[in-house]
């Protein structure tokens, strides 16, 4: 296997080669850029030197073109002068080990998770509620996290809430207040929802994260792409099913400490879409579980045009910085520039600035953590070319991988086990048979006893009736806790974000 120079990953080359520091890596990264300047080539040079030092990496492949890293790449004009220009011996063009992953299905095995496993954060999130409707979904998730009761689709949410509203009285002291409004809402946002194509990620089998954890045969680090151009045309389901990602990330690894390099690399592409409009509730989550990520062993790098889009206290946990460049001409993208030039260590050799406006295609103004964890001086740099292919390829390509891929019979196919939905409904069908049955029997008895017994029998039935009822939740709510049981073998503990602790 190939190893980088001293243990450094070679980024770029201006006056000087330009080395990232693998074991500042969990320092996260940025790279930012007007559209057309380099970022995708950039994030696959670092994604292929990550690939080559072992470590398994995670990419949002938003336009199609991450998926040219399964062939080899091919000489142009452009990567030719870079080759003669920055001095690279021995550039050999190679593919890459490669996983696709696609929430539809199409360029990829099926992505999907659960209700449960969302939790109620993110989903309130991608259901656009209010604090008090958040509350109501936090109560009906804790209600059927007691109650065992799996929710894993649309349509177990759905029947959940039903459930919980018709018996909001009884819930009302242990759980709090279920207002008919809040159902009301919650209900029409979840039809909403559906009718985006939001319910094509709910359900199962669900991703196990611990999957990208995977290297090709010659031990360099999987690349897991996730096929992102349809999802993309929904903005806050990108960015909700990524940031998704990122906390099951968090918590499936176990604490690392420092590292020489990361365990895993994980590319958020059009990062700024994770904050757009979003509650302060959930910045501040985020900006957590981005810093907490880093003791993991996990290095995050986000891909935005602007970096001013991203929330100040998130960039000032971003130590490695690839800033391409920046077009100026409105007041807004003077101040964009004028942010994005303050963020760096000041070179005596150039106006930042000034710089930044003019830097070519591939080229950028780059920033590292040193050893110590200091930023170094800003370098004018060229990015490395990558030895992959920088085109998309054609679906065929990706069907054969794909084929080829043992995950492909582990994710290929849907099931619907049972779940809320159909506990509920068969609670619901035994319950009408019960009251039925002792509603027949109330109308027997009485036609059969006598007028001074009538009252007594009267009584009587509406009890048996109302111990029959209860027995019937109850045995749901039992056959439910077996399901769970063997399904998770132990409590539900939500995490961060509310999303199911394992
Ligand atoms: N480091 C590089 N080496 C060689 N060519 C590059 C490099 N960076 C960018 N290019 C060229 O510029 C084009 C646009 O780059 P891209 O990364 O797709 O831009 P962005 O993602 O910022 O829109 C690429 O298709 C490629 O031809
Ligand atoms: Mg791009």
């Given at each position: 296997m190939y190893t980088p120079d001293?243990?450094?990953?070679?980024?770029?080359?201006?006056?000087?080669?330009?080395?990232?520091?693998?074991?500042?890596?969990?320092?996260?990264?940025?790279?930012?850029?007007?559209?057309?300047?380099?970022?995708?080539?950039?994030?696959?040079?670092?994604?292929?030197?990550?690939?080559?030092?072992?470590?398994?990496?995670?990419?949002?492949?938003?336009?199609?073109?991450?998926?040219?890293?399964?062939?080899?790449?091919?000489?142009?004009?452009?990567?030719?002068?870079?080759?003669?220009?920055?001095?690279?011996?021995?550039?050999?063009?190679?593919?890459?080990?490669?996983?696709?992953?696609?929430?539809?299905?199409?360029?990829?095995?099926?992505?999907?998770?659960?209700?449960?496993?969302?939790?109620?954060?993110?989903?309130?999130?991608?259901?656009?509620?209010?604090?008090?409707?958040?509350?109501?979904?936090?109560?009906?998730?804790?209600?059927?996290?007691?109650?065992?009761?799996?929710?894993?689709?649309?349509?177990?949410?759905?029947?959940m809430m039903q459930y919980v509203a018709d018996n909001a009285a009884e819930f009302k002291i242990s759980y709090g207040n279920v207002s008919p409004q809040s159902v009301g809402a919650i209900q029409r946002a979840l039809l909403t929802l559906e009718d985006e194509g939001g319910d094509i990620f709910f359900?199962?089998?669900?991703?196990?994260?611990?999957?990208?954890?995977?290297?090709?045969?010659?031990?360099?680090?999987m690349m897991n792409i996730l096929e992102c151009a349809e999802l993309f045309q929904h903005p806050l389901l990108y960015s909700t099913f990524l940031l998704w990602m990122l906390t099951e990330l968090y918590e499936l690894l176990p604490e690392a400490g420092d590292l020489d390099k990361p365990k895993m690399v994980f590319f958020f592409d059009e990062a700024h879409l994770l904050f757009n409009d979003a509650p302060k509730a959930l910045l501040e989550k985020i900006e957590q579980v981005v810093r907490l990520i880093r003791s993991k062993g996990v290095s995050v790098w986000f891909i935005t045009q602007n970096p001013m889009d991203i929330p100040e206290t998130v960039l000032a946990q971003i130590g490695n910085r690839v800033q391409h460049a920046l077009r100026a001409y409105t007041p807004n993208e003077q101040r964009a520039v004028r942010a994005a030039a303050?963020?760096?260590?000041?070179?005596?050799?150039?106006?930042?600035?000034?710089?930044?406006?003019?830097?070519?295609?591939?080229?950028?103004?780059?920033?590292?953590?040193?050893?110590?964890?200091?930023?170094?001086?800003?370098?004018?740099?060229?990015?490395?070319?990558?030895?992959?292919?920088?085109?998309?390829?054609e679906p065929a390509v990706i069907g054969t991988v794909c084929a080829n891929s043992p995950l492909a019979d582990k994710y290929g196919k849907a099931v619907d086990r049972e779940s809320a939905y159909e506990l509920l409904v068969a609670a619901a069908e035994e319950a009408q048979k019960a009251a039925e049955a002792a509603e027949k029997e109330r109308q027997k008895e009485a036609e059969r006893a006598a007028k001074e017994k009538e009252k007594a029998a009267k009584k009587k039935a509406a009890s048996s009736s109302s111990r029959k009822r209860q027995s019937a939740v109850g045995k749901v709510a039992s056959s439910a806790a077996n399901t769970i049981g063997r399904e998770l073998g132990k409590q539900i503990v939500r995490g961060l974000f509310g999303t199911l602790r394992r």
């Open positions: 001293n243990g450094k990953i070679w980024l770029a080359t201006g006056t000087e080669r330009v080395y990232l520091n693998p074991a500042m890596a969990n320092r996260h990264g940025l790279i930012a850029g007007a559209t057309g300047t380099g970022k995708t080539v950039t994030l696959k040079v670092v994604a292929e030197s990550f690939s080559e030092m072992g470590v398994p990496v995670f990419i949002a492949d938003i336009k199609g073109d991450v998926s040219g890293m399964c062939v080899p790449g091919s000489e142009n004009k452009h990567i030719r002068r870079s080759i003669d220009t920055m001095g690279i011996e021995n550039f050999n063009y190679t593919s890459f080990p490669v996983r696709f992953f696609d929430v539809y299905g199409k360029l990829g095995h099926p992505v999907r998770t659960t209700i449960s496993e969302m939790g109620p954060e993110l989903l309130g999130r991608l259901l656009g509620l209010t604090d008090v409707q958040s509350g109501v979904l936090r109560i009906v998730f804790r209600i059927a996290d007691d109650k065992g009761l799996l929710l894993l689709d649309l349509k177990d949410l759905r029947s359900g199962e089998p669900a991703l196990e994260i611990a999957d990208w954890f995977e290297w090709g045969d010659d031990g360099r680090g303050k963020s760096f260590r000041v070179n005596p050799d150039f106006d930042t600035e000034a710089v930044l406006q003019e830097l070519a295609t591939g080229e950028a103004l780059v920033s590292v953590l040193d050893e110590k964890g200091v930023p170094t001086v800003v370098q004018r740099a060229g990015i490395l070319p990558p030895k992959s292919s920088m085109n998309a390829v």
